[in-house]
């Protein structure tokens, strides 16, 4: 055999099930076997096929066929050829120190062999088909490109192979010729260096090459044999327009190859982030993720079911490689006005059926069994088995067809169903026990290859332009899962100026323009903050995301807007402000393409300030404070002038937001420098109302962070002025030593006066408002950062009024013990005092003040909708313990529609059927409201304003109507409490007199 990696074809021997001599490797190698019917008649001519060996252009021999059944029952004279294989027959440098193609211009002295001696065994120089299987297949449909071939065959037949097969063309031949010299320890790495060095090699060297896996040597546009690109030549018709039959068979990747490309235990199916990564994949792996995405999408769907991510992964395979290519060249053929006969092979030997998954239909390779006639093989190459009557039928039947053919230049002849040439109507023959005929095959999959994902590619290659104020931005094309709908993002938009060195502690100033078109592709840095909160937050809610790095200057948008809306449209904008308690988060945690693509809004992440340079103060004009809600309202602005741009309507602006984000949301409602800027709001599980955001008096806060940073002096001034003058790293430590607390201050100026004053005189923006909770908004996640260790399992009644002590720092023991007995009983169950404590929890931060929020809201005349989320991703039911319900943040996954992300954000898991459509729900609820300033809608359930009765609704599974949300211990907290402590007050004050 020529040169390769011998034990390869061992191996392969006994997945085929054959049993054959496997010779050894020689660089001596190029040699026939014939095989002829004895006797035939004198000056008989009879016709010659030409087999090409397969194997990748790295493995193979002519004793690996025996062509005497063939040659019997045909009446035909058959050749195998040997050729130069791996780095002997394709090394190239891409010049014309090594041009390369070697092995296949051994093809063509065969064939020149075959045109003078071929006579002399029987054989008819004139009527001589080339034919051949997998890089066999492929070589005879570059013998028909090749000028050098014309004259040296008459007909060809290409099996589960063509010169379409692109990956087999290399772009970059000097590439792997450097490679080789690298591993080789070659002394130059100039092209006649590196030949030279070749031609120095020992056999030993060489079959060491050829054992290697991560060396390709491939086809090569040398000028010469191929005289351009394949594409090239294909497209203007420059080849030999002699018959053809062109085919596949049904599943050609499904094992085979399989088992040398996919992950290990594939059998059994393949999760969708594994197929993702495997090997198999390096044919397309110069498309982008996203592109590659989408293909991905066409063949697994969601990827959710492992054993359809296993059967798209083979098909994908068998469609990448063989199929697509194959009919590609049959269309080629057929315009050029050349005959041409495709097949399907249907039906796969039975003697393999128990070697191979049940799964498998007729695998790579599995024709040659029939073309050989290998039912009746009893010379050096047999089956390890035997074959039923049908499949001797079937081997009769094939052999006919390529014996016919081989004579003729058609397949048909008495007996045999008819094979129709493939025309305008793509007519194929499906070849099995029994024939028949189909059209366009693989129709679905042959116009996604050539038309959808070119179309993807290009969109991709032309990315998205976008003209604003201050400059033009490049940014990106994003899919959703669900949605033919194309989305724009722009990432990293800056709608301020860098608020460093003198900005520092500053308000925001608008953002200066560029010159030429900025990339928008890339995330934000975040915010400074302590970057290992994101990350660990990103592990409890089991999300994969890259986590930005932080930086001072963060000010910047990320904006999504459907593509192509109609030309002069004005949709709603819907403006995020991100939750993280005010010290962590930022616009790379969220991805606005579902919602903009589900709901034809313009969606907008807003990063801001946070922490110590978002929120320190020393309560006077040194340092007034709220930098971060200055930061909200200068993006605010921004949108105002630019988002015109993106297809967004400056006059219908909705902010919604989490958390800190919804605190922000109700605060942009109270103060006088965000009137006009928006027009609908949304604050999910916060809200201004809530008491602990005037905990830490501001002064007192900057003498903390004076303390921890050895500042000289305590003055307000001086604190200022040590603050101006830190260090990033400075400020980052400073930062992991004083998380929690910063916040809002009444500064005079962005909040005119303290909140309760505020509602009191409702004096704030009448706007429609959503404002919500859900129903276990400390179950899980709030609490596993502050909570003590084992409070899952249980807690004392001390422990728990040891937590709410803090809530009520001036407060009296008699006032926490009423507090105590309301929430926790007797306190003797350790786990009812633990739901207790979350209830407690919930109900301070942000269950009372979401009601305070919208009696205040609806006492003002201001349209306002409430609800209560009651079902939790099942995604992160795993994650938690099983008690909780619907935890702090659970909403996001819905209002971002989480089951539907393809891009950044992957949530870890798969969601229900059910929960997709609540997703759509919920999205559909908040696309309504920031269109119209009611989220009722078509297909929904009505959801009431909140009104005297104090109606809400209620989303889950199943939406429904509810009133007077948690009345009970609203009706504690704002009057029982209140009263008891008046009663306490009054009496002790009648003791005093």
């Known amino acids: 055999m020529c040169i390769q990696f011998r034990e390869a074809s061992v191996n392969l021997s006994k997945i085929v099930e054959m049993i054959m001599e496997i010779p050894e490797v020689s660089e001596d190698c190029l040699y026939l076997n014939v095989y002829t019917p004895a006797k035939p008649a004198e000056d008989a001519k009879l016709p010659v096929m030409v087999w090409i060996h397969g194997g990748g252009f790295a493995m193979g021999a002519a004793s690996f066929y025996d062509g005497s059944v063939l040659a019997a029952y045909q009446n035909v004279v058959v050749v195998t050829i040997q050729y130069r294989l791996g780095m002997l027959g394709f090394f190239s440098t891409g010049d014309g120190n090594a041009p390369g193609n070697w092995g296949l211009l051994d093809q063509v002295a065969a064939l020149q062999w075959v045109q003078e001696n071929i006579e002399s065994f029987g054989g008819d120089p004139s009527s001589v088909t080339i034919f051949g299987e997998s890089a066999g297949g492929v070589s005879v449909s570059l013998q028909y490109l090749s000028p050098l071939s014309s004259g040296l065959f008459h007909r060809g037949i290409a099996e589960s192979g063509t010169a379409a097969m692109s990956f087999l063309v290399s772009a970059d031949p000097m590439a792997t010729a450097l490679m080789l010299a690298n591993v080789s320890n070659c002394a130059g790495t100039k092209p006649h260096e590196v030949v030279d060095c070749v031609m120095q090699m020992s056999t030993e060297d060489v079959i060491k090459i050829a054992e290697s896996v991560t060396l390709m040597f491939m086809v090569t546009v040398d000028g010469h044999f191929l005289p351009k690109p394949v594409g090239d030549l294909l497209k203007s018709h420059e080849f030999n327009k002699s018959p053809l039959i062109n085919g596949v068979n049904n599943d050609e990747g499904g094992f085979l190859l399989a088992q040398y490309l996919a992950p290990a235990g594939w059998e059994d199916g393949i999760d969708f982030e594994t197929i993702q990564q495997v090997p198999g994949f390096l044919i397309i792996n110069m498309i982008t993720s996203d592109i590659n995405d989408v293909i991905l999408e066409e063949y697994m769907g969601n990827g959710e079911d492992r054993e359809k991510n296993r059967d798209g992964y083979t098909e994908l395979l068998g469609d990448l490689m063989f199929n697509i290519p194959a009919i590609k060249v049959s269309n080629a053929h057929r315009d050029s006005g050349a005959p041409i006969y495709m097949y399907e092979f249907q039906h796969p030997p039975s003697i393999l059926a128990s070697k191979r998954p049940s799964f498998t239909k007729v695998d790579h390779g599995d024709e040659i069994a029939f073309v050989f006639g290998g039912c009746f093989l009893k010379a050096h190459v047999r089956i390890n088995g035997s074959l039923t ?531 759509k729900t919920v999205m559909s609820y908040w696309g309504n409201f920031a269109r119209t300033g009611s989220p009722n809608g078509p297909g929904l359930t009505h959801w009431p304003m909140y009104g005297a009765g104090e109606e809400y609704l209620g989303i889950g599974l199943k939406q429904q109507v509810a009133s007077h949300l948690r009345a009970n211990r609203f009706s504690f907290h704002t009057q029982t409490l209140p009263k008891k402590i008046q009663e306490k007050q009054q009496e002790q004050h009648r003791g005093e007199l």
């Open 389 to 919: 009557e049908e499949e001797d039928e079937l081997c009769r039947t094939v052999m006919a067809y390529w014996g016919n053919f081989a004579r003729t230049g058609s397949p048909n002849g008495p007996g045999l169903t008819q094979w129709p040439m493939y025309g305008a109507g793509e007519e194929y023959l499906g070849i099995g026990l029994k024939q028949q005929v189909g059209s366009h095959l693989k129709a679905n999959r042959f116009s996604f290859h050539t038309q959808t994902l070119p179309r993807k590619i290009q969109e991709k290659q032309q990315r998205p332009l976008v003209h604003t104020k201050l400059g033009a931005l490049r940014g990106e094309y994003l899919r959703v899962r669900g949605k033919t709908t194309v989305v724009h993002s722009y990432l990293g938009v800056p709608f301020a100026k860098p608020p460093v060195g003198p900005l520092r502690l500053a308000p925001p100033q608008p953002a200066e323009g560029w010159e030429g078109v900025r990339d928008a592709t890339k995330q934000p840095y975040m915010c400074l903050q302590d970057r290992q909160l994101t990350v660990t937050f990103a592990e409890k809610l089991d999300m994969t995301i890259e986590v930005p790095d932080v930086s001072e200057d963060c000010l910047y948008l990320n904006i999504y807007t459907p593509a192509k809306p109609a030309e002069g449209a004005k949709l709603p904008v819907m403006v995020w402000m991100h939750g993280g308690a005010f010290v962590m988060g930022s616009a790379s945690f969220y991805d606005g393409s579902v919602l903009a693509a589900y709901q034809n809004v313009v969606v907008v992440l807003v990063q801001y300030r946070l922490g110590m340079l978002g929120f320190f103060s020393t309560g006077d004009e040194n340092a007034p404070g709220n930098w971060g809600l200055l930061d909200q309202v200068s993006a605010l602005q921004w949108v105002q002038e630019n988002i015109k741009s993106f297809g967004g309507d400056p006059s219908s602006v909705t902010i919604f937001g989490e958390s800190a984000g919804g605190v922000s949301v109700s605060l942009q409602i109270l103060s006088p420098l965000s009137t006009g800027l928006f027009h609908r709001a949304i604050a999910e599980s916060g809200t201004a109302a809530m008491d602990l955001l005037t905990g830490i008096p501001p002064m007192a806060s900057a003498m903390i962070v004076a303390n921890v940073s050895n500042c000289v002096g305590s003055k307000p001034h001086q604190i200022v002025d040590c603050v101006m003058h830190m260090t990033t790293e400075d400020i980052l430590n400073v930062i992991k030593n004083t998380r929690w607390i910063y916040g809002p201050t009444t500064d005079g100026h962005f909040l005119p006066k303290n909140v309760k004053d505020i509602f009191a005189s409702r004096q704030f923006n009448k706007v429609p408002l959503i404002n919500g909770i859900n129903n276990d908004e400390c179950g899980w996640l709030l609490p596993a950062f502050n909570a003590p260790s084992g409070w899952t399992e249980g807690m004392d009644r001390d422990t728990v009024k040891t937590f709410a002590t803090s809530f009520f720092p001036n407060a009296e023991d008699w006032v926490i013990d009423l507090v105590m007995n309301e929430y926790l009983g007797s306190g003797e169950d350790t786990v009812k005092n633990r739901d207790g404590f979350t209830e407690l929890y919930a109900d301070l931060i942000f269950n009372i003040p979401a009601i305070r929020l919208s009696n205040a809201h609806r006492d003002s005349g201001a349209p306002v909708y409430m609800y209560e989320l009651q079902h939790p991703p099942s995604i992160l039911v795993a994650h938690r313990p099983s008690f909780v319900r619907v935890d702090h943040g659970d909403d996001i996954v819905y209002v971002f529609g989480g089951p539907f992300m393809k891009t950044h954000i992957k949530m870890n898991g798969t969601f229900t059927e059910e929960e997709d459509e609540l997703a």
